[in-house]
């Protein structure tokens, strides 16, 4: 029986020595050194042989074992170190390359922008309010003189909620609540964001932000008015801005107007922001109609009063010369990273 131990042996180390891979070493294993391989064979032929055979026969036995599971062990251990190398040589972090840097934050333009009139205005005396985005119609069109059969309501393409409710289109809404809550006499603006349930294209938004401002005082006139535009606008662009004022119709001021700055993308030569005309649209405004005071429960025979509505997207859009709206809300860092 030695004679075929020692023939499987080294036809095992053989086959050890040749197997490619971990698979094929643990058949070798299987075959020969599992439980049921041809080494516990031999075993159970021990019995059959005379006591001194056995001896000899289970010494050759055991030497085979040893040397067969020690040649397996490093076998099996250069695999695992082979493999080992292929992932270090693979996954490996260059602990010397310089860092790419934290992103810092920054404002967002509108935000800028808005946090710059805030201040201008609260340092000319203006409290600075803010109004739910979920209005009533009556904060929204009632109150601000636009009745229920008003063509005026035509003007502004509402988003209408259940109940009555609605996401205000402007933020004129904000003038009632803040006479309701000042009382006469008052000055205040109202920053904040608007819906419109309009086609989107490179001048319009659904949602934008606008300004709102109201002065309300004894003897306030069209002269107190464009005295506070004109320190506006010239505090906003730090530079002279070429103005024009038409009449302009809304049904909450009157008079009314339009104040249009020449367009700064295009100069005025014309482009998609000021829809080839030269001017945009910048500021409506006008002395606060004597119904509105009384909505905001202010006597009208006692007060008058001046309101304004700043584009204040369109105003982000003319400083920093964006040629196209949906630039502010897409939320892309390259452009953010701008400002
Ligand atoms: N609320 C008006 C609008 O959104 C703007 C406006 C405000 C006009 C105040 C006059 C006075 O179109």
């Known amino acids: 029986m030695i004679p075929e131990i020692e ?21 070798v294993r299987v075959e020969v050194l599992g439980r049921k391989g041809s080494l516990a064979d031999f075993g159970k032929l021990m019995g059959k042989l005379s006591a001194e055979d056995r001896v000899s026969a ?12 020690a040649a397996y062990e490093i076998k099996k251990t250069a695999f695992e170190s082979a493999a080992l190398n292929e992932r270090l040589q693979n996954e490996w972090l260059d602990l010397t390359i310089p860092p790419t840097g934290i992103l810092p934050g920054s404002l967002h333009p509108l935000t800028q922008i808005q946090n710059e009139i805030e201040s201008l ?16 119609e009556f ?6 003189n636009i009745p229920p059969d008003h063509p005026a309501r035509d003007m502004q393409d509402t988003f209408w909620l259940e109940g009555g409710h609605l996401l205000r289109t402007h933020t004129s809404p904000v003038q009632i ?15 904040g964001r608007v819906f419109r349930n309009e086609e989107v294209d490179p001048s319009h938004e659904h949602t934008f932000y606008q300004l709102e401002g109201m002065m309300v005082d ?63 649209e910048l ?10 005071l009384r909505a905001g429960g202010i006597d009208p025979d006692q007060y008058g009063g001046f309101a304004f509505g700043l ?26 990273k701008q400002f």
């Not at 180390?13 to 698979?23: D, F, L, M, Q």
């Open 121 to 136: 205005f609260f340092s000319l005396g203006f409290a600075i309010l803010d109004g739910p985005e979920v209005e009533t």
């Open 7 to 27: 023939a499987l042996a080294s036809k095992t180390i053989e086959r050890i020595a040749a197997a490619e891979n971990p698979e094929a070493l643990e058949t």
């Open 283 to 292: 500021l409506p405004c006008g002395l606060t109609h004597p119904n509105v």
């Open 218 to 280: 004894r003897d306030v006139s069209v002269a107190n008015l464009l005295y506070f535009m004109k320190t506006l606008l010239s505090g906003i662009f730090k530079r002279d801005v070429t103005v024009r004022l038409r009449p302009g119709f809304f049904p909450f001021v009157e008079p009314g107007f339009e104040l249009d700055i020449q367009c700064m993308v295009c100069g005025g030569s014309g482009c998609p922001v000021c829809k080839h005309s030269g001017w945009v």
């Open 139 to 144: 904060y929204n069109f009632d109150a601000l």
């Open 177 to 191: 609540r803040g006479m309701q809550r000042l009382g006469p006499p008052l000055r205040m603006i109202a920053p």
């Open 311 to 336: 584009g204040l997207t369109r105003l982000v859009m003319m400083r920093y010369l964006i040629d196209d709206i949906r630039w502010l809300q897409s939320g892309d860092l390259r452009f953010l």
């Open 58 to 69: 289970g010494k050759a036995l055991n030497s085979a074992k040893t040397s067969l599971e």
